[in-house]
């Protein structure tokens, strides 16, 4: 019986199929946080078909969930607009405000690939730490 419910649990925990959770750190307390999801042909440095706008919290974290994302490779990407432009803004070395990607960009801006993750049908938790 522990087995089962151990199980039971699990699967009451877990990703909801086709959902994508992306969770963010590195914030600061304020600033929206513009964070999208792309799909294969969008461009990560644009605008992609899902995005969101969220809020951080008091301890430098948010999260947002993208339901119906079908399996494949995606990208996720943002910044958070601390001087409340809606813009990323930049200095001479490169961005002033929080911003992070998914997979592993290189120095410089990313590309789809740089920052692609597979997504499986069953959804993803990806995570974000934003630096700046």
């Known amino acids: 019986m522990p087995l089962l419910l151990s199980a039971a ?4 925990l877990s990703t909801p199929p086709g ?15 513009y964070i999208q999801l792309c799909g294969a042909g969008e461009n990560i440095m644009g605008r992609c078909a ?4 969220v ?3 008091a301890d430098g974290t948010a999260s947002v969930r ?7 490779r995606w990208a ?9 432009d809606r813009r990323m803004s930049f200095g001479a070395m490169g961005p002033s ?9 290189a120095m410089g ?4 690939d740089s920052a692609a993750v597979d997504v499986p049908a069953s959804g993803a938790v990806i995570t974000l730490a934003f630096r700046q």
């Open 66 to 72: 993208f339901s119906g994302v079908p399996a494949g």
């Open 19 to 33: 959902e994508v959770e992306i969770r963010m750190s590195g914030l600061s307390p304020t600033g929206d946080v």
């Open 76 to 84: 996720a990407g943002g910044f958070q607009d601390v001087d409340g």
């Open 50 to 53: 899902r995005g969101e706008i």
């Open 97 to 105: 405000e929080p911003w992070g990607f998914s997979g592993r960009p």
């Open 109 to 112: 801006p990313p590309s789809f």
């Open 55 to 57: 809020k951080p919290g």
């Open 9 to 12: 649990l699990a699967a009451a």
